[in-house]
């Protein structure tokens, strides 16, 4: 098996990336892809950055958080606050909004990541509640109304790159020191902080840096829409994430990819079926739990070494047919 080293890793995935990038912007150009699928395709970017900076909590460091929802209207209102009343430019908002959306992370999580389990899931929940309720009674953001002529800045393009760096960046976390401490936290706190591990330190790391992520995801969400309000932040969103997570894979990433594009895809087919969406959903995730509870892909991720092996062994084994069809 050859083991391919960082350096060419990152070149297959830099060349992939603008590959599948040059491949939707051609749809584009010749109309294959209308309007309507653009915004499919922007919105299953935005659930990828939400899924896959929630797995870096849920997965990689194993704490339950129920309130992911509403660090993505942190961004999502902060960054359009800049955009109309500042007119700053687009990224600037964007990263501004991530920066709110992690402050507020670093509050919250400060005192509540000292409990565990289901507690801590019910705590991160009230404080998303808390967060859109707080949103719902600002007139100076639209209260209940919602904010309204946020400039339509999200595009394609600008989704697919802050796609790629969310996931660039998380792997680059999960494959370093800090990464392998993460997963020691998960798998047992009491060993990890036996052997030097600061748990608490890398707990809330971890979970200001999915906030950020969480904030990125909410700036190209209103400013795609063009208009926000505090219903688009409440429970069932925070719910739709962690079934992203849990589904594609606990500590999976790749799994989230699929997961996030596959659930954002049925969504969207069943819109018309809107009243029956808290029936469908809770079955997938029960048939899931019952008959794939490690999810569909399990936790074991995806490798580029992994896959060059396979596809080399692939053309190989298919140059070894045609030789000896040549012989024969």
Known sequence: MIYLSEKYKYLIILVASVIVYSIIQLLIYFGILNDYYVQIIIFIGINIILAVSLNLVLGITGQFSLGHAGFMSVGGYLSAIISIKLGLPFPIALIIGGIGAAIIGLVIGFPILRLKGDYLGITTLGFGEII?????????????????????????????????????????????????????????????????????????????????????????????????????????????????????????????????????????????LQDYRMIIFPIILILTMLYKPSGLLGSRDLSISRLYNKITRIFMKGGKVKDEIANS
Request: glycine content about 10%; proline content about 1%; overall charge positive.
């Open 132 to 272: 859109r309720v707080i949103f719902v009674n600002i007139d100076y953001v639209g209260g209940a109304r919602g904010l309204m002529a946020i400039p339509k800045k999200t595009t394609f393009t600008a989704t697919y790159i802050a796609t790629i760096i969310t996931v660039l960046v998380i792997v680059n976390i999960i494959r370093s020191t800090h990464g392998r401490a993460l997963k020691a936290v998960r798998e047992d706190e009491i060993a990890a902080q036996s052997m030097g591990i600061d748990i608490s330190k890398y707990k809330l790391t971890a979970f200001v840096i999915a906030s950020f992520f969480a904030g990125i995801a909410g700036g190209l969400y209103a400013h795609f829409l063009m208009y926000i309000n505090p219903q688009s932040f409440g429970f069932l969103k925070s719910i739709d994430i962690v079934m992203m997570v849990v589904i594609g894979g606990m500590g999976n990433l790749f799994g989230s990819i699929i997961a996030a594009t596959g659930i954002t895809t049925i969504l969207e087919l069943l819109r018309e």
